[in-house]
Each structure stands twice: as structure tokens, then as C-alpha cells.
């Protein structure tokens, strides 16, 4: 740590990557205020249990004189912290800049890609820190506080009438989640690396900043077409991220990405029997997942409580970077086999003849992988409450709603959150009206429920037994989803 840094003040403190960093920066003995237009649990709560002072609003004269103001996306150039921030000449970082200076170290990892960034990070993370590193690190989520099931019994497994003992069921203490952004003094880092801007003052991706040795990619399809205008150039930001690995580091690329120009020494992971490391025989129930890697002649069986088939890809691509990075396979599955998962990640809220998910599916092609691992997991209706994020709701996103919602049997635009927009931007965001009426060119029931309070009348009146609500989407739904679970508990 600098040590003179002694004060800093985050302006927009209540984002989950930027609490996170606050609180490692409070770990670590600094003072550490905030400021925000809302606070609400968990976020709220975390801050409060570590001490952080923080205020809603934007108000100069609770800042101070701190040593460094981190500024966050969320204040506009009218910001009034902001303002005073340039006035009386403050030392100010964008996050990412933050995250380059105390927490990017040598051997630096860095997970991108347009989905499954925040899970491989935090999957590799408990790898490592389960396997004597102790390192640097940041991902963009809340890891769940507590296992949401045992490990799924499937049939066939395990072999031989064998009992499978799932490490979270007791015996062995307590499975404790990791907070989201530590500062060690190891020089090994592995952090987030998202493809979102900088700061409005700087149109650079994060990742730009995070130097990877060894790069995770996951995908590359288009997305944030607020930022990037074409599917070219958000092509290129991944291009120019590929170009910039050192000759000695790892990459490890899924099969899909087909559209980045990859060096010669790529480690693939995929379905594919071409792939470096395959996998396959996915059984998967309510309860998790039972799959096998093969890699090199050799077949390993995963067993994960994480609901999603997807995760299959997740915790392969995180198999193979800490496999190549010569962690034992045996070490690498026994920790796989503890992770207990992200909040936000198809998070059950609740569990009973009614299901009420939460996941942070805030696009068209996110929200389609969320709606098809549920629809093979259950038989009922589902309905699908969805709110996209700003790049989402631009005219040049509208192509990408085509058939992404088939496998729900509703989907309930709710009152879409109002967003900043840049005055020098003529697009005008879609409202929730013409994006139900978009989306409801390829689907029989799309609506607009404007009011939070019909919706949540309509969606618990409107399920039946082994049905599923789902809410999609990056933002908080207003309470929605608490009230839901209430009503659906009466």
C-alpha cells in the first residue's frame, strides 16, 4: 500500500465493484467514506458492518480533502463531487486505474469476456487461495453467503452404490464466501476484465489497464452498444487485449470465439472433441451438476452445487488455467467441489412449488442461456420479468431480441430504469413499451407493466405449481423480488 494514501472517498460507492474496493482499501487500515444516490443491502450492509462512512447524495462539503477520490461511471459531468473534485485540484483515479496501481501485480490473470467473466474470477480465485497462493484480486459479484443445496445425487453416480459426501453439509465447519477485491502482498493477481468503459472521461475498456500475463477469455459477442457502435469495434477492444499477452503467458480461449485473431500457443476449452479440454456427460438437476473433463488421455468427474449447464464451461475454462498453471487436477476439482456459487447467478430466492430466480441477465443473449437451463430444469410455466441495461436498450441492440426469449412462456418488461445519456448522443434509449412490442415480434406474450405493484399482483396471481419467476436484469427491481418472495410465502 501507498502509504500516503491515508483518506479516500469513492463517488459512486454503492456499485458492487466499487464497494468491494472500498472495503479492501478499509481492510487494509485506511479511511474510506462514500457517496451514492441509494444505499441497499446486501451493499449497504457490508459497508456497515466494516465501518464505512457513506451518505446518499452528492454533497462537497462531507467530502473533505481526501488523499484520493476513486470516481465512478455513475457521476456525470454536472456531478457536484465531481465538480469540486477538478476545482480544488484532488487527486482522482477511475477505478480501473485504481485497480492498476495497488492490485495488478506481475504475475497478473485476468478474466474477460462478454458473459461468465465474474464467475470464472471468482472460481479461480477460490482455486488458488484453496492451493497456498494468497492473491491480489477483484470480480465484479457477491459471492453467496451459504451453499444453496447439497451436491446433486444423479442417477448413475456416484459408481458402484457409492456415497457421494458433499463438503457443504457439515462436518467440516462452515463454507465461508470470499469478498469481492482483496489487497495481499502477493505477486499474483487475477481480477475482472470488462470491456465497459473506463470512465466518462476515458473510453478505454477496464481490462486496458490489467497488464494480463495469463488471459481467460469466455466469449466475444456484442454487446454495450452504447460504447461500442458496431460489432467491429468491440471486436477489436478484445483484439488489441489477445495482442498485448507477453510470449510466456497462458491464454485460454473457449471454442466459440471464432472472430479474434488467437496466437499459435492457445489452450482451447469447449464441447468440441478438437478442444484441449473437453467437456461433456452433463447431468444436471435442481441441486447442481455431475460432468467430466478429458484432457491429455485423462477424464476427470466435476461435481458442483451451481445450478446451469453453462457452468460447465465457466469451471472447465478454470480447470485448464490452473491445471497449465501446475495446480494438481485432484486439488483443482476438491476446491470446484466447495465453491458455493455468486449471488445474482440463477440465485434461488426462493425454493418451493413456486421458484423465484434472481440473475444478473442484462442482455438478449444472456438471458437466453438463463431461460434455456431453465427450461430444462423445470416443467412449469415460466415467466420472465426482464430489464436490459443501457447498451441493451439502443436501436442497434434491436436485432439481437429475435427468438432470445422462446424458452419462457411470458416475459414482463417492468418500468425501466431511467439512465444518463450523453448530450451529445441523439439516440433516444428504448422505452419499456417498444421494447415488449419488439420482443413481442418473435414472441406470443410480451407485455409493459408499468407499475411495479400490478406486476408483482400479476406474476404471483398468474404461477402455478413447479413454476418459475425470473428476474433478469443488472438493476435492483425496485424491491420487487423481496416482495414477491413475501407474498409468495403467505
Known amino acids: 500500500m501507498n502509504n500516503k494514501i491515508k483518506h479516500i472517498h469513492f463517488i459512486g460507492i454503492c456499485g458492487v465493484a466499487m464497494s468491494a474496493l472500498a472495503l479492501a482499501f478499509k481492510r487494509q487500515g485506511c479511511k474510506v467514506?462514500?457517496?451514492?444516490?441509494?444505499?441497499?443491502?446486501?451493499?449497504?450492509?457490508?459497508?456497515?458492518?466494516?465501518?464505512?462512512?457513506?451518505?446518499?447524495?452528492?454533497?462537497?462539503?462531507?467530502?473533505?480533502?481526501?488523499?484520493?477520490?476513486?470516481?465512478?461511471?455513475?457521476?456525470?459531468?454536472?456531478?457536484?463531487?465531481?465538480?469540486?473534485?477538478?476545482?480544488?485540484?484532488?487527486?482522482?483515479?477511475?477505478?480501473?486505474?485504481?485497480?492498476?496501481?495497488?492490485?495488478?501485480?506481475?504475475?497478473?490473470?485476468?478474466?474477460?469476456?462478454?458473459?461468465?467473466?465474474?464467475?470464472?474470477?471468482a472460481l479461480l480465485t477460490w482455486i488458488f487461495k484453496n492451493n497456498g497462493?494468497?492473491?491480489?484480486?477483484?470480480?465484479?459479484?457477491?459471492?453467496?453467503?451459504?451453499?444453496?443445496?447439497?451436491?446433486?445425487?444423479?442417477?448413475?453416480?456416484?459408481?458402484?452404490?457409492?456415497?457421494?459426501?458433499?463438503?457443504?453439509?457439515?462436518?467440516?465447519?462452515?463454507?465461508?464466501?470470499?469478498?469481492?477485491?482483496?489487497?495481499?502482498?502477493?505477486?499474483?493477481?487475477?481480477?475482472e476484465g470488462d470491456e465497459y468503459k473506463t470512465a466518462r472521461w476515458d473510453k478505454q475498456p477496464k481490462f486496458a489497464y490489467y497488464a494480463p500475463k495469463h488471459l481467460l477469455l469466455t466469449a466475444v459477442t456484442w454487446d454495450h452498444a452504447d460504447i461500442y457502435k458496431t460489432e467491429r469495434k468491440y471486436e477489436q477492444a478484445f483484439q488489441k487485449l489477445v495482442d498485448g499477452l507477453p510470449d510466456d503467458g497462458k491464454i485460454i480461449v473457449s471454442e466459440r470465439v471464432d472472430n479474434i485473431k488467437l496466437p499459435k500457443n492457445t489452450i482451447t476449452y469447449g464441447k468440441e472433441k478438437n478442444t484441449d479440454y473437453r467437456y461433456s456427460d452433463i447431468k444436471q438437476n435442481t441441486n447442481g451438476l455431475i460432468f467430466t473433463i478429458t484432457h491429455a488421455e485423462k477424464t476427470y468427474t466435476i461435481v458442483t452445487p451451481c445450478l446451469g449447464d453453462y457452468m460447465a464451461d465457466n469451471i472447465t475454462s478454470c480447470f485448464a488455467l490452473a491445471n497449465e498453471l501446475r495446480i494438481a487436477p485432484e486439488k483443482i476439482i476438491a476446491s470446484i467441489k466447495t465453491f458455493i456459487g455468486m449471488k445474482r447467478r440463477l440465485e434461488k430466492r426462493l425454493n418451493g412449488n413456486i421458484t423465484v430466480i434472481d440473475?444478473?441477465?442484462?442482455?438478449?443473449?444472456?438471458?437466453?442461456?438463463?431461460?434455456?437451463?431453465?427450461?430444462?430444469?423445470?416443467?412449469?410455466?415460466?415467466l420472465a420479468v426482464f430489464e436490459p441495461n443501457t447498451g441493451n436498450r439502443r436501436p442497434e441492440s434491436i436485432s439481437s431480441y429475435g427468438n432470445a426469449f422462446r424458452d419462457a412462456d411470458e416475459i414482463i418488461i417492468p418500468h425501466l430504469?431511467?439512465?444518463?445519456?450523453?448530450?451529445?448522443?441523439?439516440?433516444?434509449?428504448?422505452?419499456?413499451?417498444?421494447?415488449?412490442?419488439?420482443?413481442?415480434?418473435?414472441?406470443?406474450?410480451?407485455?409493459?407493466?408499468?407499475?411495479?405493484?400490478?406486476?408483482?399482483?400479476?406474476?404471483?396471481?398468474?404461477?402455478?405449481?413447479?413454476?418459475?419467476?425470473?428476474?433478469?436484469?443488472?438493476?435492483?427491481?425496485?424491491?420487487?423480488?423481496?416482495?414477491?418472495?413475501?407474498?409468495?410465502?403467505i
Request: aromatic share 8%.
Open 417 to 489: 430504469t431511467q439512465i444518463k445519456r450523453d448530450a451529445k448522443d441523439t439516440a433516444r434509449p428504448l422505452e419499456g413499451d417498444e421494447l415488449a412490442k419488439i420482443i413481442g415480434e418473435t414472441h406470443a406474450h410480451a407485455s409493459y407493466i408499468s407499475d411495479d405493484d400490478v406486476l408483482i399482483d400479476y406474476v404471483t396471481k398468474n404461477a402455478g405449481t413447479n413454476s418459475v419467476i425470473v428476474f433478469l436484469g443488472s438493476h435492483g427491481f425496485r424491491g420487487m423480488i423481496e416482495k414477491v418472495v413475501e407474498r409468495l410465502k
Open 359 to 382: 440473475d444478473i441477465a442484462h442482455s438478449p443473449v444472456k438471458a437466453e442461456a438463463i431461460l434455456q437451463t431453465l427450461r430444462q430444469l423445470y416443467s412449469g410455466k415460466i
Open 33 to 121: 467514506t462514500g457517496s451514492d444516490v441509494g444505499f441497499y443491502p446486501p451493499i449497504s450492509t457490508y459497508l456497515d458492518e466494516q465501518g464505512v462512512e457513506y451518505y446518499p447524495g452528492w454533497h462537497p462539503e462531507k467530502m473533505g480533502t481526501p488523499d484520493l477520490v476513486v470516481v465512478g461511471n455513475v457521476a456525470s459531468s454536472s456531478n457536484p463531487e465531481w465538480k469540486y473534485v477538478q476545482k480544488n485540484k484532488l487527486n482522482y483515479k477511475s477505478y480501473p486505474e485504481v485497480i492498476k496501481e495497488f492490485i495488478i501485480k506481475p504475475n497478473s490473470i485476468v478474466c474477460a469476456g462478454t458473459y461468465g467473466k465474474s464467475t470464472t474470477t
Open 133 to 191: 497462493f494468497d492473491p491480489n484480486y477483484m470480480f465484479g459479484g457477491l459471492m453467496s453467503e451459504t451453499p444453496t443445496s447439497p451436491l446433486p445425487r444423479l442417477r448413475g453416480y456416484p459408481p458402484q452404490g457409492g456415497n457421494l459426501k458433499s463438503p457443504l453439509e457439515g462436518g467440516e465447519g462452515d463454507v465461508m464466501p470470499l469478498p469481492s477485491a482483496t489487497i495481499t502482498t502477493s505477486d499474483w493477481s487475477i481480477v
